[in-house]
């Protein structure tokens, strides 16, 4: 069959920049992943040399480091969206020297993202869907006017998006995704904004040579990235095991309790309020990220309803692939990899859920 051509563009490097232009003309502010000295973090981005294209990260169990590399080809850093639309630190109000009180107010500005990684775009699905009732998520979610994503054809070694079906390419919820290939890029629109920006572009029409060596390289990207069995056999087997104490035990065994791991998930949601006394006399409360791995989340009215490390760390797992589906339709795990790269102990969150698997069946 026919590759189907007229869906894609192909161009270079200078398209590339003159693709982040044209998004820059047409909001406030760019937002995607951004060169911050020696780190890599989320926020917003000047111009395409702000984003980090020609490094390259090596991640791994407990490992991740940057550098410019041969593929020159970045995943992700522990920042995702969430660092954009949940902010890890939201003031709620202030109350001044005279007892009144400033209610917090919420950014506006209209914003774009660019650059994204499709897992991360799937995230913010599922954040859309938690946190439907959340204004000050809402504040900034509403006001992202435009999505442009990258596909991975070099996915890193903790990524498992193929498995999840949440990469390496991006299907719905953008306005344009582009693929850097060895002989150019290749763009592809996902909504009529995105159609009409590529279209005043300077880009060429795709061959079907073009299209077929994106598709094999898509695929390619797909298989390395596939350890696990479909989410729906993993939330059976999970549902299994919840009562196999010995077993949680063991495979949490290295857990220190850090949070890192919520930290860094983009799905990852809850907060808890602070009160921050200032010495003027005036006294802020923010909502902050919480985690669910550490003790004093379960900490309520005098006693604990996770007080042993292996509860919360088996709550984490069944969190993901079996409460999120049921609450709110999608798996919370989109195989970022990022808990996995960022565990200090390197706890690997496939290996856990194949052992569920290969323990409780499918
Ligand atoms: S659970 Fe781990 S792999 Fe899954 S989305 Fe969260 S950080 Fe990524
Ligand atoms: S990052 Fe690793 S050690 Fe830290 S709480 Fe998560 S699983 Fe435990």
Redesign the pocket.
């Known amino acids: 069959m026919a590759a189907q051509l007229t869906k894609y563009f192909k161009g270079g490097l200078g398209d590339l920049r003159a693709l982040f232009d044209a998004v820059k003309n047409y909001v406030s502010v760019v937002v995607g992943y951004r060169v911050s000295g020696d780190a890599v973090g989320f926020g917003p981005v000047e111009s395409l040399e702000s984003l980090p294209l020609g490094l390259e990260d090596s991640q791994a169990p407990g490992a991740y480091r940057l550098s410019r590399g041969s593929s020159g080809f970045f995943r992700h850093s522990h920042a995702s969206p969430k660092y954009w639309l949940h902010l890890p630190v939201q003031e709620v109000f202030t109350v001044l020297e005279d007892y009144a009180v400033d209610i917090a107010r919420y950014d506006t500005y209209s914003a774009a993202l660019f650059g994204i990684k499709p897992c991360d775009l799937v995230s913010m699905e599922v954040l859309d869907r938690i946190l439907k009732n959340d204004d000050s998520y809402w504040s900034r979610r509403s006001k992202i006017e435009l999505v442009v994503v990258e596909e991975c054809t070099v996915p890193g070694a903790t990524c498992f998006c193929g498995s999840i079906g949440t990469g390496p390419s991006a299907s719905t919820g953008f306005d344009i995704a582009y693929a850097r290939l060895s002989n150019g890029i290749i763009f592809k629109y996902g909504s009529e904004k995105g159609l009409r920006i590529l279209e005043k572009l300077e880009l060429t029409e795709v061959s079907e040579e073009d299209v077929a060596e994106y598709e094999r390289a898509i695929a390619r990207a797909g298989e390395l990235t596939r350890y696990l069995p479909p989410p729906s056999e993993i939330s059976k087997s999970l549902e299994r095991s919840v009562s196999d104490t010995s077993f949680w035990k063991e495979v949490?065994s290295?857990?220190?309790?850090?949070?890192?791991?919520?930290m860094v998930c983009p799905t990852c949601f809850c907060t808890e309020f602070v009160d921050q006394i200032e010495p003027s006399g005036r006294a802020k409360r923010v909502r902050q990220w919480f985690?669910c791995?550490s003790h004093t989340y379960g900490q309520v009215a005098g006693t604990h309803y996770r007080p042993e490390l292996y509860m919360r760390?088996r709550h984490?797992v069944l969190h993901k692939f079996l409460f999120y589906p049921k609450q709110v339709g999608l798996v919370g795990c989109v195989g970022c990899g990022r808990?996995i790269t960022?565990?200090?102990?390197g706890?690997d969150l496939r290996e856990v859920v194949s052992k569920v698997v290969s323990r409780y069946g499918s």
């Not at 290295?254 to 919520?262: E, K, Q």
């Not at 960022?342 to 102990?345: A, F, Q, R, Y």
Request: proline share 5%; charged share 5%; aromatic share 16%.
């Open positions: 949490s290295r857990c220190v309790g850090c949070t890192n791991c919520n985690g791995l760390y984490f808990c960022w565990c200090p102990v706890i």
